[in-house]
């Protein structure tokens, strides 16, 4: 056992504790946009804080209270909410952005969610669309694994759980992430750069945390919600206004859509 991981297991039980809940089956990440879902998931069985929890007293922003919630949807699985998304702009240390992820493996998820806000660089996916990752690039220069970890990479986001979304709706289209440290946003020129990767979604979060994900074996989803067309792409200049307010109009109907998806995982 990594020193990673026996931390990650000691939170865990801290939080299996708090909970009262020892395991969990599924867990899930709400980026921007994504807030609401949770109350339409499952029935609340315990919310906690998260800064109670080993790992996670570092990074606490003014005004927010990070919390983890303890879920269980109408068939008995039991969703464990991760509120306290580490950015990498914040904490520069890629073992505490994938530290929440250890630690739901840890609490038994095999199964993990992951949503994000994002930029688009195709103009016929602009704010508002739901995407679908059907892989991404880590252009980060940071990973969180240790040593000599090779983690095969070949199917990081579950064919399975993408054919469940797209059971759900069939108009989801596909795309590939690819995240930047931020927290500034991209020039035009890195978003062309991006886009003749092959990146077709630009954002700051997931790729380290599918990286963790994957190293612990996890079945991962990914769904971003574009919340703007990514510098030079859309001609006007972003403003993280904008951004927000896109994610608070998408709200509610993407978060029904996430609870339909995770209802059937
Ligand atoms: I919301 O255009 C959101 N997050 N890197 N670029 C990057 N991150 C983002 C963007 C964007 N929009």
Known sequence: MTSATQFAAEAAATLAAATGVDHHDIALVLG???GGAADLIGEEVARIDATDVPGFDAHVVPGHHPVFRSLVTPNGK?????????????????AKVAHAIRM????G?????LTNGCGSTRPDVGPGSVVLL?????FTGATPLEGATFVDMSQVYSPRLRDIARGIDGELVDGIYIQ????QYETPAE???AATLGANLVGMSTVLEAIAAREAGMEIL???LVTNLAAGIGGDTLDHQEVLDAGREAGPRISALLAAIVREM
Do not use: K
Not at 109 to 113: H, I, K
Not at 134 to 138: F, G, R, V, W
């Open 78 to 94: 039991r969703v464990l909410v991760l509120g306290a998304r580490q950015h990498f702009y914040q904490v520069r240390d890629a």
């Open 104 to 107: 739901s493996a840890a609490a």
């Open 180 to 183: 930047f440290t931020g927290p």
């Open 222 to 224: 990914g769904l971003s």
């Open 134 to 138: 059907e892989d991404h690039i880590n």
């Open 191 to 193: 978003v062309r750069m």
């Open 32 to 34: 921007s946009g994504w």
């Open 109 to 113: 998820c095999t199964q993990l969610v």
